[in-house]
Every structure is written in structure tokens, then in C-alpha cells.
């Protein structure tokens, strides 16, 4: 069937069909953080429904940060109450760059605490003593 | 030896076939969806690029694609519109959809800012539309073969197996997840009547149902009604955020209409078409009629589109004339370029469609009850974000915006007061809360800054006339911490002024 005209075709329909059977299964086999779900059409499933208090910490002193509304746009702070790892870490780093630009030659300290409430009542919680500045990943 | 040989494995794309006329209803239904959802996304552009900070869907491809940055996906919104109108029309569809799944997969992959799934699979969709043969056939056959119809239908399917496998958890199939996210209403007592998690287990199955029933092109009579009815409670019983979600699949389930319904439509309606469209390529293949046109839908285009009450519409209005050029290009360019017409008479009725779908494309947008309302929604975002984060300069441009279409917004005359108080302007202040105070009498802010001012400058007439206005207002309802303090110090200018 695969004449030479459609033989591109075929290709593009074998890479498309592998990507979109492989990108949804990388949820439930290598993707590290379970509470983002892009890519796996888990639509209307119970992660959604999970809760978290994110803490950013700053200094030796550990300063919380107060307002992150006032530094990220409230679509990010609503991301990171949602558990998501990678907005969380990208927050950090943006506070570690905030950071280190104010305390000029001294290394600066950005740490994150984070707790979640999930729909079946369970805590988890992550985070706290490292710093997200010299780790560069949480 | 395999359980599918390789030839029926191919057949099962390369042997599709649907009729043409399924296709045309397909296309105008889904993308004149694509172009009222470019219009209902316009006020999300306000949140791109706020404090520079963006987080990419995918890492390797951030680092590729230029940082998203307000104006600019607020003119991919538009621009959305106007294709999507453009193809559900017809016209210069095969570059129209290139360009429009640039710009929306741009859209989407830039930012994690946009975080509906459905995004995605528009995304992956228009994709695919991109081979689908919306031309037709040289021999005008009422049917056509297509591949990328039949992986759009593997598409939807593969999206219902993962959201059925999704719910294959406790929490989901003892009613836990369903019974928080229903909200009060039929749907939820048809769920309580089923028992939460029966209905919850139904969910599941119809989706692994409707999965089969996709990718394998079996029962299709049967998954249409179920399908809708999924979806149309969805929509209507489960009251989420999902934007034109369900809309967008009930667009997807004209793919899964029997043939023969089209085929019998086609006997009996389809000889007067092409009646009238004869009479129409008729009247416009005429020479004079494209010359007219030209200019008249050029220069009418662009007023629409610079109409628009966005800084970024003079740009907008330069995009779709340049767009409109190119189609009317287009039809002069040979096959395979142009995709099209090959004599004098051909060419000038894709010119002229190219010039009639601009303008009414613009005319559509511009005049859309909504486009207004949206616009208005855009500026009132753009101005609370950036208020929060601490821009004064921009949340005063976004006001600005937002008092030419909503001049009685007391929120906005009292924000851009509060900027100038921060500016020491306070003449200008004063001006601003009198606004306030006009546009909504019930408001008290305005009135609590102007009682502020005027104590502040020993006009106690003034000063407590004001100050008399917070407390009748605020002695109404219940107040936050903040208003009880505003209360607080508005009774104390009432009494320091009443003993003078």
C-alpha cells in the first residue's frame, strides 16, 4: 500500500502515533513529578483537586517570603498551589537570582517548603533544609 | 505470524474515506470554534511576560522560542480569529492553516501559563488538518480518502483510552473525585441517584467505550449519542472551567455522522448549491468586480480591524491586509503554490472570496458582541497584574484602556487616583476619586481617599462630607479588616470636623 507518495505519510503518521501513545505513558512510568499531568490527558482525575501551601524562605535567616503575588503573576503562585515542581523550581531559581542580586558577593539562600493535601485526606510534604540556590533542582 | 498484516494496517489509514460534504460542515463548525475561542482567549494575553518570568512547556523548547511577551500573544489571539474564520470560509486554506498552527502551537508550547490539556490536543488537531484535502478533486467526486482524518479520529481516541485509564484509581471509582467536582444540580442528583461511585465507574467505562469506538471505527451510532451526551453533561451538569472544551468535541462527533446521511443530504439539497453557487462564481468572475473589491475590502478591512480599542490594532490591521494580499496572490500562483485555480475566470473568484472573507472575517471580529467585553476583560487583568506586581506605569496605560470602553469602571478612575496620589499629583488624585465617586456611588474608596485629602488640606467641609459617605456606606455590609480600619478613621475625620 505504501506507494512512494505517501510513503512520507507513512512516517509522519508512525511518529505522531509514538509520540502521542509515549508522551501520555511517561506519566505513569518516568515522569518524576506525579502532580503534573500535562501531556497525559488525565482529564478531571483527583490530582487536579490537590491543594499545597508552597513556602519560599530567603537569607541565612530563613525570611519568608510574604507576597509572591507581588513577584510572580498570580497564575504562577495558583501553578505552584498545585504541586507543580517545575513552576516551583523555576520560582526558586527566580528567587535565588532576586536574592543574590540584593546580597551582592554572598551566596544566596532560597529554601522551599512544601505541603500537600490530597483529595483521600494524605499529607505530603517536601522540601525545607535545602538550598534551592546551590542544588539548582529541588 | 502477526495479527494484522501490514497491508490491512495500512489500509486502515490509506483507505479511509468520508464525503466531502462532512468534511465542509466539519470544517465550518470547528473552525469557526477556532475563531471564537482566538476571541474568548484575548483577556489570558494580559498575563504573558508579566515580570519576566515564564516557565516553558517543554525545556528544550523554551530555549528555542522567542519569551512570550503580552502584545504579542494578544495579536496571535487575533490573528487566530481571523484564520480561523478565513478557513471555515474557505479560502487560502492550506497557508491559512500553517500559519495558524504556527502561531497557536507557539501559543500553547511557550508558557505553561496556559495550562488547559484541550489546548493541546487543538493544537495536535489543527496539525493534523493540515493534510486533510479540503480542496476538491479535480474529478469532483462527493467522497475523498484521507489519512489525517483517520489519525484525528485515532487522536480522540487514544485521548479517551488515557482519560479512561486515568480514572482507573480508587479515589475516582469509589465517586470520591466526581462527588467534589460535581457541583449541585441534575447532574449531581442523576450521580447521588446512581450512587457516586457507579456513576463515577459509568464515566470511566463510557470513555474506554468511546475509545474502542474511535480507533477502531466500530459502533459509531452508538458512540455518537453517548459521546454527546458525555460531553453535553460536561458542559451543562459539571459547570468547569474548560473553556469551549465541549464545544469543541461536539465538533469532533460530525467526523463520526454516517456517510449515507450526507450522501442523502447531498441528493436532495445538493443540486440546488450548486445552483447557487454557479450564480454566484458568476457574478463574481467578472473583471470589474475584483478591481472594485480590491480597494473597497482593503481599505473597509483595515478601518474594522484598526477599530479595534487595543494599542496593538493598528499592527493587527497591517497583518491581515498583508494576509489578504497574499491570498488574492495566491490565486494567481501556479498548482501547488497557490493551490488552485488555473484560468483568468477561476482566479479572479478565489480573489474575490479572498477579498469578501477579509472583510467579513474583520467585520465578524470587530462587531462580535463579545469582542468588546473581551478586550475590556484584557485590560482589567493587564491592570490588576500589574498593579500587584508593583508596575504603576503599565496598570495606568491598562486603565486608560479599560475607561474607553468601560467609562464607568469606579475600580479603574480610583486606581489610576491612587497612582497619582503615589506621584504626588494630587490634584489629579482628587480628580480621579470625584470620578470614582461618581461613576459608583456605593464605592467607597474613592470617597475615603478624597476624605483623606481633604483632611490632609483642612477642607473640612469637604473632608467630612466624604468622610460621612465611607461610613454610611461602610456601616451597610460586612467589612474586611482593612475596610473596619477605613471605618474606623473616616468616623474620626467625621468627629474631629463636627467639633470645629
Partial sequence: ?138 | MSLVSKDRYLDYFFEFSTTRAKLALFRVVFFSLIALDGIRRLPRAARYGASDFNVGQLAWLEAILPAPERSAILLIFLLQAYLGLRIAMGVAMRSSLWLLTALYGYAYFVSQLDSFQHHYLIFLLLLLACFVPWYRDPDDSARTRSWAVRLILVQIGIVYAYAALAKCESVWLDGTVLGQQLPTGWTRDMAEWLGMGSAATAVMLTEAFLAFAFLSGRLLLVALPVGLGLHAGIQWGAKLDIELFSYFMFALYILLIPDSWFEWMGRHIGRSMGTFRTAVVRAVARRPVVVIATPISLTAGWLLADSLPLAESTLFAALVSALAILAVALAWLPRGIGAGPRQGADRRVVATAALLVHLGSLAAIAWWPETEEKVGDYYKLWAGNARRLGNWDEAGQAYKGLLKLRPKWSSAHYYLGVKAQREERIDDALGHYERAQRANHNDHRGFFQAAQIHHAAKRGQEARAAAERVVDILQRKRNSRAEQQQLQRARGIVEYWSRK
Fill in chain 1, 1 to 138: 500500500m505504501s506507494s512512494p507518495r505517501n510513503r512520507k505519510a507513512v512516517v509522519f503518521i508512525h511518529i505522531f502515533l509514538a509520540v502521542q501513545i509515549l508522551a501520555p505513558l511517561s506519566y505513569y512510568t518516568i515522569r518524576a513529578d506525579r502532580n503534573d499531568e500535562r501531556f497525559a490527558w488525565r482529564m478531571f482525575s483527583s490530582v487536579r483537586m490537590l491543594r499545597c501551601q508552597v513556602e519560599f524562605r530567603t537569607g541565612p535567616e530563613a525570611k519568608p517570603v510574604g507576597n509572591l503575588q507581588g513577584i510572580f503573576h498570580q497564575v504562577w503562585v495558583r501553578l505552584a498551589q498545585r504541586g507543580r515542581m517545575e513552576v516551583i523550581q523555576a520560582m526558586a531559581q527566580e528567587l535565588c537570582e532576586r536574592e543574590g542580586a540584593e546580597r551582592e558577593e554572598k551566596a544566596p539562600e532560597v529554601r522551599v517548603q512544601i505541603a500537600c493535601l490530597k483529595i483521600d485526606g494524605e499529607r505530603e510534604e517536601r522540601g525545607g533544609s535545602w538550598n534551592a540556590c546551590r542544588l539548582g533542582s529541588l
